[in-house]
Each structure stands twice: as C-alpha cells, then as structure tokens.
C-alpha cells in the first residue's frame, strides 16, 4: 500500500512541474477536458479503441513521468536491473501491459490457469 501511495503522490508531484496552477486545478482541467471528449466523440461511444489509446496517449500520459514511477515500484531492483530491463519494464508500464496474460506464454502456464489480478496477488 505503500509503494502505492507513493507512486500516487509521484505522479502528483510530477503532474504539478508541467502546471501553472495549483496541482488541483490543473487536474480538474484535464479530467474536465477528457470528459468533454468523451462526451463528445461518437466513435468513442461507438466503442472505438484506437481512438481511446490516441487520447490517452495525447491527453494524459504526457504528464506521468515513467522513469520514476519506475524506481519506486522497482525500488532496490531498479539499479540492478540492466538499461534494457529498465526500458522494457517503462514501456511496459506506460503500455499497460505489465500483468496482462498476452505477455506470458502458454507454455509458462499450467494447464487451466488463469491469471490472477494484480490487486489479488498483494493480499
């Protein structure tokens, strides 16, 4: 819980470097434009995919600063970890795909397993 909050107010932290304004209101900024499109864009409704990670991409990852959240989640791993399993594991990261079933092979599986949630897994 923790690593959690910590990665939380990092990502505050970072957020309010790029503001002008106070942190909450530039949140509220942005939460309130994404919300506009949303509202707004028929092929969002429609239930367009591509178009919700272009937004995403454009709206709201440029304010989350990947290489520290990376070293707080990794904590003492992250020295030890070579530039390429740092950069594997921030693009990963900022890809969402860090504990998708896509990115473990069948092979590693045993037969009729699924995979857990992440939440179940830090009980």
Known sequence: ?????????????????FAAEAPDVFVKKI???????????KDLKAGNRE???????????????????????????????TKEEQEAFKKNSRNGSNNSEKNIPASKLKSGQKMKPASACNR
């Open 1 to 17: 819980m923790k690593k959690f909050l910590l990665v939380i107010l990092s990502l505050m932290m970072s957020m309010s470097i």
């Open 31 to 41: 939460a309130d434009e994404i919300f506009e499109i949303l509202k707004t864009d």
């Open 51 to 81: 178009k919700a990670y272009k937004i995403t991409e454009e709206k709201i990852l440029p304010y989350f600063d990947f290489d520290r959240i990376s070293r707080l989640v990794l904590g003492k791993a992250y020295p030890a970890a």
